[in-house]
């Protein structure tokens, strides 16, 4: 009776995780050398040597990837009788979709395909929705003076003028919003008071919603900041997929 209680445990927080962690998208579209869609190319998201997803193009030329969970990914785009291009560091966050430019596949010269190896190059800082939502990276936050005391506050108001703080920095205040309205999110993880701090170095990525908030974050006349910490595995996989 005691070890089935404690599988009913281990199953209940396994599917709480699974039901609090937030997932992003990969999109894109493909063409051939005239600029017409292709229907049928294979694209594949990775870390490392591990295939987290993959799609096939329709006949628009699009594909989409998903779910992923927020992390550094290699694209890999392949069809029969053309040749290879591989994408490397796309960034994927929490909730918003990664866009990958246009990008065509040329017919494979002779017996031997060649393979084209493209850079991921994303903004330093990702707007989207009207300016409701903010995001910022690891390697960008560490370039960041406020961050270095680990405050989420001061980073989260330094992201953008839409948060005000109060006096003694301890409150934030979201368009104008009442105090004790703001969510915090760290691992899918819900705070609402005595935040940590977090050094910059732990925080892989950081995402600030002012407006227009996923349903799951529930209802607040706030906003919502939602944190994920990083793990060692994110330096092996970034470096591999370069």
């Known amino acids: 009776m005691k070890n089935i209680i404690s599988l009913l445990a281990l ?4 599917s709480t995780s699974a039901f609090s962690q937030a997932f992003g998208e990969i999109h894109g579209k493909v063409f051939d050398e005239q600029g017409t869609p292709l229907e049928g190319v294979r694209v594949t998201a990775s870390s ?75 903004p330093i800082i990702i707007k989207d929705g009207g300016g409701s939502y903010v995001a910022i990276r690891q390697d960008q936050l560490k370039a960041m003076s406020v961050s270095h005391g680990g405050d989420i506050k001061r980073i989260a108001a330094s992201l953008t003028s839409e948060i005000k703080t109060s006096a003694n920095g301890e409150e ?22 005595n935040v940590p701090n977090i050094p910059s170095c732990g925080i892989s990525r950081m995402a600030v919603y002012t407006g227009g908030l996923p349903a799951k974050y529930g209802d607040t006349t706030g906003g919502v900041i939602v944190i994920e910490t990083k793990n060692y595995l994110e330096d092996y996989y970034g470096k591999m997929n370069k």
């Open 11 to 14: 199953v209940l927080i396994c």
């Open 48 to 122: 490392g040597s591990t295939i987290n997803g993959g799609a096939m193009t329709d006949s628009t030329g699009r594909f989409k990837i998903k779910p992923l969970e927020p992390g550094v990914y290699g694209l890999v785009m392949s069809m029969m009788g053309k040749d290879t291009l591989k994408y490397a560091n796309v960034h994927v966050n929490a909730d918003r979709i990664t866009h990958i430019p246009d990008v065509s596949l040329e017919i494979a010269s002779g017996m031997m395909k060649g393979v084209e190896i493209l850079e991921f190059v994303e």
């Open 172 to 193: 934030l205040y979201f368009r104008g919003s009442r105090s004790g309205s703001v969510i915090y999110m760290i691992d899918g993880v819900k705070i609402r008071e």
